[in-house]
């Protein structure tokens, strides 16, 4: 007998489609956000079944009943880009950024990244399974649907393929959709500070080949940045990356007009993502592209840095994605309610463009929009109710408080 859920009583049903966008939306079509009044929604095994206006529910009296009084629904966030599998927090970092010490300063001293990698190089994979479950699940709680998690806390052979079983394992669970990401290039590790191409080489002729054979990823990535990896050296490991099937994805221009944007359309990568720092150039090769721009205002709000100009990219027809960059050192929270409270506070998005963002555009980040991110029969019901609400806007406006009553993922309450 199929499991199955009636919601009923629902102020309005957000992001509702018979037939899901297929591509990412872009341009003024980001502020579109279809709905329903006065809406009931039905799940069954886990799926959208039917969704549509109560007076034309038929009651099934042996249907378990969710009745939302009223409350807004959406499609469950959908976090494409986080860092969710590390092994512990950075809050030294953080109090000498207090003091005045940049970003690139911390890494130079051995923070950041390393400071991450020498500590989970040190941790055995089954507690680095446990961290991580823990905020797999926390992270599902606040209302994330589907989520990509990358590597990049390694930066050896052991350590990265140690992540990426965590990452598989957390997939297997089944809770809901995961997309791996191999991040060897995140930074150069210590041993490798002065022999760059040593390091380019173990992440081209060994460490892909492994990844790719084994099934642990479906994206590559690079941080092609100032400090970081050059535009040059980041298209060598996305090249080196197709010729294993592994699709790319690009940290780029975080810290300054790096080059990343172009090198990541050049070789048509999935997204590029942060676009803290874009110049004219960099906005018309993305919005003259398929790729879709992730932009992580968690990280700008932590670190202090210019948020990402999204107007600019909308008004010159950008596809844009929101998502969490939840890692322990420059983003440390997954929760995408926040997200979308800061793409309309300091970003001056719409509510509603932050939301499709927040949903069907993260979903087509992760090349999901078949499974979720849009209220459409067929999908995964993974869902948000609301507490009433006198708007969407209010959603966005509570940003300490998010009026969220349930969370369903796969039709089931969590």
């Known amino acids: 007998m199929s499991e199955q859920l009636c919601i009923t009583n629902i102020g309005h049903l957000w992001g509702t489609y018979d037939i899901s966008p297929i591509n990412a939306l ?62 512990t927090s950075r809050e030294k970092e953080f109090e000498m950024r207090l003091h005045g010490s940049t970003y690139e300063e911390i890494a130079a001293a051995g923070g950041g990244i390393l400071n991450s990698a020498n500590v989970l190089r040190n941790m055995d994979e089954s507690e680095l399974y446990d961290v991580s479950y823990q905020r797999f699940q926390q992270v599902q709680k606040m209302g994330t649907g589907a989520i990509e998690i990358k590597s990049g806390y390694g930066l050896d052979f052991d350590s990265e393929v140690k992540m990426l079983h965590v990452i598989r394992r957390l997939k297997e669970l089944d809770e809901i959709p995961v997309k791996a ?31 790719a054979g084994e099934g642990l990823a479906e994206y590559v990535d690079a941080f092609c940045d100032k400090g970081f990896f050059t ?5 060598r490991v996305m090249e080196a990356g197709a010729r294993y099937g592994l699709k790319p994805k690009i940290h780029a221009n975080e810290l300054a007009v790096s080059g990343g944007v172009q090198v990541g359309v050049a070789h048509h990568a999935i997204s590029v993502d942060h676009l803290e720092e874009m110049d004219e150039a ?37 596809k844009l994605a929101l998502a969490s960059d939840f890692n ?68 966005p406006y509570a940003y ?3 009026p969220i009553s349930k969370v369903i993922l796969k039709g089931k309450v969590v």
């Open 26 to 87: 872009r341009g003024r079509d980001l502020g579109k956000l279809p709905s329903i009044s006065n809406a009931f929604l039905i799940s069954r095994d886990g799926k959208i079944a039917s969704f549509g206006q109560m007076e034309d529910l038929h009651p099934d009296h042996h249907m378990p009943v969710i009745d939302a009084r009223g409350g807004h629904v959406f499609p469950a966030w959908c976090d494409s880009h986080t860092h969710l599998v590390h092994a």
């Open 181 to 211: 990401t191999f991040l060897g290039a995140h930074a150069f590790p210590a041993e490798y500070r002065n022999d760059h191409e040593g390091y380019i080489d173990l992440i081209i002729n060994q460490m892909l080949p492994y990844i």
């Open 231 to 235: 535009p040059e050296q980041t298209a």
């Open 282 to 318: 960099s906005i018309s090769v993305l919005a003259n592209s398929e790729t879709i721009g992730t932009m992580l205002p968690g990280c700008a709000f932590f670190l202090g840095i210019p948020f990402p100009q999204a107007r600019n990219m909308i008004n010159a027809n950008a």
């Open 328 to 395: 322990p050192g420059t983003a440390p929270s997954g929760n995408m309610n926040m997200v979308v409270s800061l793409a309309c506070i300091k970003m001056k998005m719409t509510p509603e463009e932050a939301i499709n963002a927040a949903t069907i555009n993260g979903a087509a980040a992760m090349e999901l929009t078949s499974e979720v991110g849009s209220i459409t029969p067929g999908k995964l019901a993974n869902l948000i109710i609301t507490e009433p609400m006198p708007s969407l806007a209010y959603f």
């Open 400 to 402: 300490g408080h998010p």
